[in-house]
Structure formats: C-alpha cells, structure tokens
C-alpha cells in the first residue's frame, strides 16, 4: 500500500517563503508529484521529481530524497493567489498515482 | 485543446435513482482516471484505464459503481442506485506522459444525492 503525510494547514505572510513537506511509504516508487487546487477548481500540476534534487519551475521548486522517503515543496515571493490547497502525489505502477489529503495554504497581507 | 470535459457540473438526484457521468479525455492520452474528493476521505483513485481498458478497480467503493470506457474519447462513470454518502466530486482525469505523469483534471462533477 501507500501512504503519504503532509501538514493539514500552513499559513504564511505574502512575499515570504513557505516550505510543505511530504513524506510517504509506498511500494513500486517511480517519483513524487505536486499539485496545486484552488476552492471550487480541479486540481493541476506543478512539478514532478524522479530523481533526487531540486527542481525549480518560477516561483516553486520542488525537492526529492528517496532514501528519506521525503520531499517539500517550496514557494518563494509569496502571494495572494497561491492561497490554495497543495497536494503531493506518489507515483507506482503504470500510471497510477496516489494523493496525499493536502496541505492548505493561507497567504495573509 | 479545450481539456478534459466533464458533464454534467452538477447533479442533484434523489437516493436509489441511477447517476451516469461522462469524460471526454484529451485527444492522444491514452490514460484516463476518474477520483472521487470528499472533505473526509480526500482525492480517492476510483479506477483507472490504459487504451481504454480497465487497469485498476481496486478503489471503486462497491457493486453500485461502474465504470465504461467504449474508446478512446469517452468514459463513464455510474451509481445505482445512489446513495446519500455517495455525495461529492468526482473528477476525471487523463495522461499520456510516462516520464512526469501529469494528469490533466477536468472541471469535476459535483453529485448531491438526497
């Protein structure tokens, strides 16, 4: 089976950092992904890590340790609109992909 | 390409009655998934299908949900009969690449069965 934990909450100031970590225990693993939902809207993709490292896209990067079983996603200039709720995501076998219960992030002025 | 369509938005239905919901994927992924979100249980694998065919059922809830996949550009997702706990967004969703895996959601069904 798989099973990822993420913190429930985070809030943060606008322009600053925030860091959400994951960490996951999982069979069959290929990579970890994130994904970012606003209220009322579909989930969407930010970033993908398959290998150890960081991977940066803009304002998010994305990190991965295999032999900790842990990744974080970082967001840098903070803003209004990146108030939403992030979610990582272990890739197994196939396609398949199993979703973390999401870490909501509160950005306040 | 308009994305992953979903219809309807919304359904609200009485319980015991049968609710179908239907996915168009996007044109050329040959993967396609459809998940339930609740508050309680959060995003929910339901089943998904490779080339149209099912791969993996394992977290459909129970014999009162089916799900088709006739070809490439359509799926469907049904309940029957429906119950209130049955209550949430379903969302389908479709892939095609093997490296990141990003799966394109679409807009969601929102079900409210009473």
């Known amino acids: 089976g798989q099973s990822l934990e993420q913190p429930s909450e985070v809030t943060a100031v606008e322009g600053a950092i925030v860091q959400i970590n994951c960490t996951y225990q999982?069979?069959?693993?290929?990579?970890l992904s994130w994904y970012q939902q606003h209220d009322g809207g579909a989930p969407t993709f930010l970033s993908y890590?398959?290998?150890?490292g960081l991977e940066e896209t803009g304002r998010f990067s994305s990190f991965l340790s295999r032999s900790d079983s842990y990744g974080y996603l970082l967001l840098q200039e903070l803003q209004m609109k990146d108030s939403a709720s992030y979610f990582c995501a272990v890739s197994g076998g196939y396609q398949k992909v199993t979703f973390g219960t999401g870490t909501k992030l509160q950005v306040i002025p | 390409d308009a994305g992953v369509i979903q219809s309807p938005r919304h359904e609200v239905t009485e319980m015991g009655q049968e609710v179908t919901l239907r996915c168009k994927p996007i044109?050329?992924?040959?993967?396609l998934f459809w998940y339930r979100q609740t508050m309680m249980r959060g995003l929910e694998l339901l089943i998904y299908?490779?080339?149209?065919?099912?791969?993996?059922d394992s977290g459909m809830p129970e014999d009162r949900f089916s799900a088709k996949m006739p070809n490439a550009s359509f799926s469907t997702l049904k309940i029957q009969p429906s119950e209130p706990r049955d209550s949430a967004v379903y969302f389908c969703a479709s892939s095609f690449d093997p490296g990141t895996r990003e799966q394109y959601f679409g807009p969601g069904t929102r079900l409210t069965v009473t």
């Open positions: 299908f490779n080339n149209n065919v099912p791969i993996d």
């Open positions: 890590n398959g290998l150890d």
């Open positions: 999982t069979s069959g693993f290929y990579g």
């Open positions: 044109s050329g992924h040959d993967y």
